[in-house]
Structures are given as C-alpha cells and as structure tokens.
C-alpha cells in the first residue's frame, strides 16, 4: 500500500504534503516550483509509492471555483499522463492559507518564518491531504 500526497497547487510554487503508510496522519513534504512538481513527484515515487494523489481544489466563498482552476485541472492531467495508475481526487482546500499562517501563530513562529510563503503552501497541503483523511476515515467499532 502506497502513501497518499497531498497537494496544494499555486502558478508559481506548489505545496506538498505525504501521509504515513497506513494513511493514519498527514506531514508536510516539501514546496517545490510548479513547473519542477512532476519530476519531483516522479523521483519520489521511484523510493516510495504513492496510491494516490489528493489536489485542493480552491474555492471562492460563494462556492465557485477559483480562477487557478483552470490551471489545476491541467496539472491534473499531467498527472493522469505520468501517473497512470495513481487515482487523482479533489479536497476542499477553503481558507487552508488562512489556516497555515494562523497555525504559524499558534506555534510562535517568527515574522520571518510567517511571511515565508513555502512553509505556508507545504502547511496548507498538510491540511487539504489532513482534511481529506478525516473526511474519509472509518469509524471506529
């Protein structure tokens, strides 16, 4: 069983987020620059693989979709095309910018270290793919 990535994609960089073999937890990754995403995710699944990948899908309050949508869906497809036998689905990822940098807070994380925008797109994707198991979690008998 393959670890599943989480992914939070931006037009210049791109967040990305791994689980645990047993997909218990969620752990940052890396930030990577969008147009080095796929070699990068092809070098790590030579070492370890990956089941699936889970893509935020960015929304706007009024629930509309956001206007990189366009750019994720084409990402997508590079995926699908390198990764063939790797399923791609979509989480929800409304305020999960919001919710790296408060979490930088919470911690007391330095100015520096808040206004570094890797560390915040690797959080938010730690949170779209933390999301996405929780939503899909079994119950516990």
Do not use: C, W
Not at 41 to 69: A, M, R, W
Not at 72 to 84: G, R, S, V
């Amino acid at each position: 069983m393959g670890v599943l990535i989480g992914i939070d994609f931006g037009k210049k960089r791109t967040g990305l987020a791994h689980t645990d073999p047993d997909h218990t937890i969620a752990s940052g990754l890396t930030t990577v620059a969008t147009d080095r995403a796929i070699d990068f995710l092809q070098d790590y699944h030579k070492s370890t693989p990956v089941e699936k990948f889970v893509v935020g899908q960015p929304k706007q309050k009024d629930g509309n979709f956001s206007d990189v949508e366009k750019d994720i869906l084409m990402f997508i497809k590079h995926l699908e095309t390198f990764f063939p036998t790797v399923s791609v689905v979509r989480q929800d990822e409304r305020f999960t910018s919001k919710m790296a940098f408060n979490s930088l807070l919470e911690t007391g994380a330095k100015k520096k270290t808040r206004k570094n925008k890797q560390i915040v797109d690797e959080i938010s994707a730690t949170l779209i793919l933390q999301s996405y198991l929780s939503s899909n979690s079994k119950p516990v008998l």
